[in-house]
């Protein structure tokens, strides 16, 4: 079964951490990596137990009591196991408002306001997801010092809170929910910016993400239209992942991506969310966002894009979680609608101190327009400045070739002379008119 | 056919630990190599548990093990025609492991069993009457 000592991972760390508090959560993932060690060396040799997730909670379980029983501190904390006995049958009642899923409570409770924002997602990888360390590195293209340091951050946060780990209740639920979506979203997003080497880890920080927004969908704390829409806009993006990677690992420029590849049982599976999401009367960035990745899903070709429609939903994003990257994809709808000019004056009228420097995004984009045209002086300043902010490597080759492409017509300003685009293309000035962020 | 003990170890260190999607591959690159070699492959082989004692001129301690770099993690034992044959079959071993083989000495053959009870006994009789 695919993932299956990743997802056992997170879900024996979640059951466990229940059981022993968030204070033992070292203990937690020792002995579940443990447990997966016995797995590894018994099922090799004797084959996979009928019931191999109860088979690995067993193992997990004993260990902690051995490892407790050592230390001698086991009489505070045993009795949570001991009185288990054989039988793993969760508690049958339950409050209506309590969280019976433990994935879905340590979720919960890595979202606790002490938590800080960057520590919450690595966090979420290392114990809910089963991610190693270097894993983790490679999918939020960081360092392993780094993802560790967050991790330890968020440990010894919720350590010293001792965050009470049984049930929060519903109010607070409901007040974290937010941040618990905040996270999923994240996941997802650094899972949508694939460049070559990594899109395997990346494909699977999506596909996390999608699980535990699905996870929460189906519990009564996430029945809001918020996580229906985020799960929406997932789907939608998640459909066009196929498509946009070519067979050399390179990214397919969104125009040139072969629609009849994208995903129509993930876009199905989006509307039907999207639809369930218009509950209520409450509008988030996420409703506003899978409207605009329907849209795109929506045009039969790229021609058939409705850019009036995506300028007015990325208006609507704008009011509501204000950002440059908003009106940056606001200028790039309009530049389709109406010109390169267009897309330009829009960005003229951001106020400067508003401009992020630093987003590669931005300087792409004023590149490309200004590369259309005719200015391709100007394209090459914006995209030497953005080659300045860029890491990834898919992203930097692509701004190389667009400086080369600027080279090839030297003094021309003739739009017949420009060159030919090239035909397979980089995200990086694509990117910023996706929502995925 | 002489009879090999491969000694697996694996390293201490937290770092080098394999993360779960990594050893979910592992597992199964196990087994497959426990069925290629099923013909080879003696009953017997098991994983050891991590902690244990040592036993040192009547003083018992933990184990040694905290300080080493690499511990034995597990062994199997295989049939093999000579080295290269049994070197062959390790080296098809998955994972990042240090294999030792080690071709068993045959001492425990059956039937010798009793030799020292029989032969301390018939000593002590003769010598008794003295």
Partial sequence: MEHFFRHEFGRLVAVLTRSLGVRRLDLVEDVVQAALVQALETWARRGVPDDPAGWLYRTARNLAIDALRRERTHAR???????????EAPPEARFADEIGDEPLRLL???????????????????????????????????TEANVQKRVERARDR????????????APQLRARLDAVLAVIYLLFCQGCHATHADVPIRRDLCDEARRLAGMLAGHPAGDAPAVRALLALMCFHAARFDARVALDGGLVLFEQQDRSAWNWGDVREGMAWLARS????????????????????????????DWGRIAELYD????????PVHALNRAVAEAHRHGPQAGLDRLAAVAPEDVPARYPGWHAVVGELNFRLGRYSVAEGAWREALRWTSASADREFLRR???????????????????????????????????G | MPKFLLIFRHSTDPRSRPSPEEMQALGGQWYAW???????????????KPD??????????????????????SFSLIRADDYDAAVAIARECPGDNVIEVRELAGYALPNRGSWWSTSSATSSAGSSPS
């Fill in chain 1, 158 to 169: 919720l350590r010293d809170l001792d965050v009470d780990f049984a049930s929060p209740a």
């Fill in chain 1, 278 to 305: 218009a509950a209520g009367d409450e509008l988030t960035r996420y409703h506003v966002e899978a409207g605009i990745a329907w849209e795109h899903c929506r045009a039969a070709t790229f021609a058939d894009t």
């Fill in chain 1, 316 to 323: 609507v994003l704008d009011r509501i979680a204000p950002s």
């Fill in chain 2, 34 to 48: 426990m069925q290629k070699f099923s013909a080879s492959i003696l009953p017997g082989g098991d994983g050891l």
């Fill in chain 1, 108 to 142: 919960f409770v890595i979202c606790h306001e002490a938590v800080p924002d960057g520590s919450r997602v690595a966090f979420a990888l290392r114990t809910l997801c089963g991610f190693s360390t270097a894993e983790i590195a490679r999918g939020l293209l960081t």
């Fill in chain 1, 77 to 87: 904390a045993l009795p949570h196991l001991a009185d288990g006995g054989e039988r």
């Fill in chain 1, 402 to 436: 667009r400086l080369d492409d600027c080279r090839r017509v030297p003094g021309l300003a003739d739009d017949r002379e420009r060159p030919r685009r090239s035909r397979r293309n980089d995200g990086a000035a694509r990117r910023n008119t996706d929502s995925s």
């Fill in chain 2, 52 to 73: 244990g004692r040592l036993v040192r001129s009547g003083v018992v301690t933990d184990g040694p093990y905290v300080e080493a770099k690499e511990f034995v993690a």
